[in-house]
């Protein structure tokens, strides 16, 4: 019988006793690493290293006790909020697209639009912007400062609008920062404008009622909406929301309010200007639908040691597509990149040619006037060019350039593109009824210079109508 000699372990006893020494010492310093983190979590949230005033609007006090917001946002100062691939990330928007100088003849858009700025700047812009005059209204700082809350508090929000921009120059220092946002006592988010809440409250909604989640679209829709100023005294800020977002519920809001923004100088057209309803228009898309907020994509969260919060550097989500965008899209920074701008091309290549439309409509029917053809005439292709431009603006004048919802921006511009081409028909029809049978030949508007001197004569003669009434 042959007797086999005991088999050695295959790791030696002394080893074991070494890697069960290793093993716990790891979980230890991961323990304590954890614990260490949460409790810098804790702090970090809850810790006020210096007390804030109900109405603080100085971004840098809030900035003591946080000081990672707010060095993110100190970022939007930064000249580019898009990346330079982007299209119509640089520049005057009125040299580009000549077109517009036509589109908004007599109003005060064709003295200037320039590429927007980040949140650091938008005092200085608003008060360096050739749109701004005497008759100005206090209305329109309305979203640029986080000191109008306290004024809105000290004067009452009815006084406010009905003041003028002037009067509050000396007291609005502050850009879009913390307060516009939060609550100073809990850091909660928070509504500080009432046309928000007025909104709301007219279709039968509680705002104060939102989930933290809608927090984070709501407050960036206190600004990023289409507005107008309600009453030509109280100049009221106010959200044509009663009959719902679409841009068919504010045609007939509209229509059925009489409001206009102005007279176009040369078809004679009264006219809607869309402001920037990003809020309304990305309802219709996708990422509204999944529940994914503004700041989801524009102030993502990152992790910072133990502590997440939300980067308030507000910009393009493609500045930081790792946080921003890959979180939820399992795809490469360049597929996501080919993606996007393959939606902003195809709608940029719609606006351009709504915008080429648009300008011939509004040509026409000038010409049309000065052929002889009546108010009463033009009655009906006067309201045709107003619709077809304000369905234009909806898309032109929003961020994210179709992006936030592509399908519903293509049928929208699409709508545009019918009407503006339906209106030019018929003025035809009315051209030919004056005895002129040949197109018209369009001016030489290609530069912003050339669009602004052929533009100028209707101006004096709208100012000089004015004048004489």
Partial sequence: MTIKPPRKPLIPGWLLVVLAGLLVFGLGVLASSINERRAESKLARVQFLQPLDEWESDPAKWGVSF????????????????????????????????ELVVLWAGYSFTKAYNKPRGHYHAVEDVTATPR????????CWTCKSPDVPRLMARDGVEAFYANSFDHYRSEITNPIACLDCHDPQTMALRISRPGLAEAFQRQGQDVTQASHQEMRTLVCAQCHVEYYFKGKEANHLTFPWDQGLTVENFKQYYERSGHVDWVHAISGAPMIKMQHPDYE??????HAFRGVSCADCHMPYTSEG??????????????NASTACQVCHRWSEADVRTRVLSIQGTTRAALSRAERVLAEAHLEIG?????????????G???????????WDYVASS??????????????????????????????RIRARKGELRPLEMPDISTKEKAQAFIQPYLEAQKAAAAGK
């Fill in 367 to 379: 010409d049309a006037l000065s052929l002889g053809a009546t108010d009463a005439e033009l009655e």
């Fill in 381 to 391: 292709v006067r309201h045709q060019i107003s619709v077809a431009q304000m369905y």
């Fill in 132 to 139: 701004v005059d005497a008759s100005t209204p206090a209305t």
């Fill in 306 to 319: 133990g502590l997440k919060y939300s980067d308030h550097g507000v910009r393009s989500p493609l500045m």
């Fill in 67 to 98: 000081p990672r917001q707010f060095i993110s946002w100190e970022s939007t100062r930064d000249a580019a909020t898009r990346p330079s691939f982007l299209p119509e990330s640089t520049g005057d928007y009125l040299a580009q697209r000549p």
């Fill in 281 to 286: 228009l990305s309802r219709a898309g996708i």
């Fill in 399 to 428: 961020n994210g350039l179709g992006f936030h919802a592509p399908q519903e921006s293509a049928r929208i511009l699409g709508r545009a593109v019918d009407l503006a081409q339906e209106c030019r028909l018929e003025t035809q």
